[in-house]
């Protein structure tokens, strides 16, 4: 993954957001030992203070939980954590501005719950 370091998202917020993403994908595992923040600044070439922030934002969040004098570790359901914050989070914001963008556009109710079945119509027969 490479860092922007010029967007919107602070680094600890990408960082945080990358080890979210590898969680989901099964490449850290729950109750597995968390890269360090000198880890993540060597591999992202930050300062470990920025790595550590985004390793402390997740053990804000209780995806994350420290061991003293071991370090951290992703907690046993990280996963179902991860994907619900994302759900009311990220996703609420999306369909918010959906709708509102429905609304300017004119688009009623009953089209906009139609364009979405065809999307995801769409979607299932691509990945088959």
Do not use: C
Request: charged share 30%; no cysteine.
């Amino acid at each position: 993954m490479k860092l922007n370091p010029d967007g919107m998202k602070p680094i600890y917020v990408q960082i945080a957001e990358w080890l979210e993403a590898e969680i989901l994908a099964g490449n850290i595992q729950s109750d597995e030992k968390m890269y360090s923040q000198y880890q993540l600044a060597e591999m992202f070439t930050i300062n470990p203070a920025t790595a550590g922030k985004g390793l402390n934002l997740l053990a804000d969040e209780d995806i994350l939980y420290k061991k003293r004098g071991l370090g951290m570790f992703v907690v046993s359901d990280a996963k179902e954590r991860i994907l619900e914050k994302r759900k009311s989070q990220v996703l609420k914001t999306m369909v918010m501005e959906l709708v509102a963008e429905a609304e300017r556009l004119d688009v009623s109710e009953g089209e906009l719950l139609e364009m979405i079945k065809t999307i995801q119509k769409q979607k299932r027969e691509e990945s088959q």
